[in-house]
Structure formats: structure tokens, C-alpha cells
């Protein structure tokens, strides 16, 4: 799952929410340096996806954008899948997701000297043109996958990817939907 699910999943902590959002940016051992709360979010970041990654209807999700995406397949189905949550934001959460927003970015920016120099590459970015929120609409997704294609080797294919998310819609809102209440039962579960 991409930024909006991980910052949900950390239930408004605010260092889980930070150590979340940086947890791909945070390799190896190196989590161990920062504070307790930032941490729990790194390894609660590696379980989100350790989770993902063994499911079999995240499989299939993925396995519909292999084709044109190759290894980058999971990138991308983490993005459709953080389209669903914010299409259907309602249903996880009373609050709107511009103000939820608004809560991640402060979050955040407060936490700029903590964070890794990579995400200083890119979360002022994030913030300024509100990409949280976007994900709501296949166009902000469109955008995100482009934005990612110039400034990482995510291949140029947005396109492509806006096809497989159109011809399939209603299957990826079901998977969404299914794995998603698994994962919120299974971090209350274990307390992640």
C-alpha cells in the first residue's frame, strides 16, 4: 500500500505515522537510530508489506499489471489500492480525508529534521500539491504515476496502468476492500 493507507493505519500516533510514511526510505538496521515511536512505525511499514506481499488477492491485483510493469507491478497496484481508500474514505473514517490530510502533512513537516534526506527530496512535493487527496480520482492517480516515472525507473506507462485500473475497476475495488479489512483486523490483532 502506498502513503495514505500506511498514515492511516498508524491511528493518528504521530512518530508511527512519520516512521510509516519513511519506512521504504529506512533500509536495514538503520531504523534502530531513531526514536522509539518513529520506529514502531518502520517495522509496523515492513509488516503492512510483508502482509501484502503474501496474500493471494494482492497477487492477483498485481498480476494484472505485470505485463507492462514487470517487478514494478506492486509500486503501481499500491497506488490503485490507495485510490480505493481515499474514492471511499467515508467508510473508514468520519473525518474528511482533506482535513486527515492536512494532519499527515503538519505531521510530517513537523518531524523534517528526523526524516531521511531522500524524503526531503519528495515530500514538499506531497504537500504542496496535496497528492493525499488526489488519489481520490483516477486523474490524480494518472499524476502520481507520472510524477514517479520522471523522477524514479518506474516505467513511463501511465497510461497503460489507467487502462488495466478502468477495464478491471470493480474487481480492484473488491480486492482492495477484502484485503483491506483484513489488514485493519490483523494490526488490532497484533498490535502493530
Known amino acids: 500500500m502506498n502513503y495514505l493507507a500506511h498514515l492511516y493505519l498508524s491511528n493518528r500516533e504521530k512518530e508511527v505515522m512519520v516512521g510509516n510514511f519513511i519506512g521504504?526510505?529506512?533500509?536495514?538496521?538503520?531504523?534502530?537510530?531513531?526514536?522509539?515511536?518513529?520506529?514502531?512505525?518502520?517495522?509496523?511499514?515492513?509488516?503492512?508489506?510483508?502482509?501484502?506481499?503474501?496474500?493471494?488477492?494482492?497477487?492477483?491485483?498485481?498480476?494484472?499489471?505485470?505485463?507492462?510493469?514487470?517487478?514494478?507491478?506492486?509500486?503501481?497496484n499500491d497506488m490503485f489500492y490507495d485510490h480505493f481508500l481515499a474514492a471511499d474514505w467515508h467508510r473508514y473514517s468520519k473525518e474528511p480525508l482533506w482535513k486527515f490530510s492536512v494532519f499527515c502533512y503538519a505531521t510530517l513537516l513537523s518531524h523534517w529534521f528526523k526524516l531521511p534526506d531522500s524524503v526531503h527530496d519528495y515530500l514538499p512535493y506531497v504537500v504542496v500539491h496535496r497528492r493525499l487527496t488526489a488519489y481520490a480520482s483516477v486523474q490524480g492517480i494518472k499524476e502520481s504515476l507520472d510524477i514517479m516515472s520522471r523522477n524514479s525507473s518506474l516505467p513511463n506507462m501511465s497510461h497503460k496502468a489507467i487502462d488495466v485500473l478502468m477495464d478491471n475497476y470493480e474487481l480492484y475495488r473488491k480486492e482492495f476492500d477484502t484485503f483491506f479489512d483484513e489488514i485493519i483486523k490483523k494490526s488490532k490483532a497484533e498490535g502493530w
Open 24 to 76: 521504504d526510505d529506512v533500509k536495514g538496521r538503520r531504523f534502530e537510530s531513531y526514536s522509539e515511536g518513529i520506529r514502531r512505525g518502520i517495522v509496523m511499514h515492513r509488516k503492512i508489506d510483508e502482509f501484502m506481499d503474501e496474500q493471494e488477492i494482492t497477487a492477483e491485483s498485481r498480476a494484472r499489471l505485470y505485463p507492462t510493469y514487470h517487478h514494478y507491478a506492486g509500486v503501481v
